[in-house]
């Protein structure tokens, strides 16, 4: 299994590569599906996630493939600081994607139309003795609506430079998502 060390490709390859390829693994204490309980409950995203204050269901079972969730997310004004990102408060749609029990559970990133983008946030988990490993992922196949309105106005070497800079963001996000998933299950 990848560690948390694993490189980001931040700019696309040769081939189709990804913009961003991105995870990291913990190993936690709790079952497979007692981890699952928790990570499936994106409203309470924000006890974990750097950005994600939480959120709700806009319609669709919770939890399940089909269903869309807004989260509501904050971001500091100092990453990636020269660049036009959105800072402060702003909201998110998603579409659940992937949900098994136990196993994955994955949401792709809507358009301001609702359409699913080629971006894609999720958790794998694998038993592992009494416990279990879980690994956070973040795939990004084709630019975003907000990546494409980032990059917009950038010459070459500022747009490789957001990249490599996002990337890096991206991935330190992974691995303090997977600590603080680890503190909330470890109360249970």
């Not at 939480?54 to 969730?69: H, K």
């Not at 990249?163 to 996000?173: C, L, Q, R, T």
């Amino acid at each position: 299994m990848p560690s948390a060390n694993d490189d980001v490709k931040a700019t696309p390859g040769p081939g189709g590569a990804p913009l961003f390829d991105a995870r990291a693994q913990i190993a936690l204490s709790a079952a497979p599906h007692a981890v699952y309980a928790v990570i499936s409950d994106l409203p309470r995203s924000g006890e974990w996630s750097p950005e994600c204050l939480g959120g709700s269901w806009l319609f669709g079972e919770p939890a399940t493939v089909g269903a869309v969730f807004r989260g509501e997310n904050l971001r500091h004004e100092s990453v990636v600081s020269w660049a036009p990102v959105v800072r402060g408060k702003w909201t998110t749609e998603s579409e659940i994607v992937a949900a098994e029990p136990g196993r994955t559970f994955r949401w792709a990133m809507r358009d301001t139309a609702g359409r699913k983008q080629r971006s894609v946030w999720g958790f794998d988990l694998a038993p592992a003795g009494e416990g279990s490993v879980l690994i956070h992922h973040f795939r990004m196949d084709a630019p975003t609506e907000g990546i494409r309105g980032i990059t917009a106005g950038m010459d070459q070497a500022d747009e490789d430079r957001f990249f490599a800079e996002w990337g890096a963001k991206v991935a330190g996000d992974l691995a303090v998502t997977l600590e603080r998933v680890k503190a909330v299950v470890d109360k249970r």
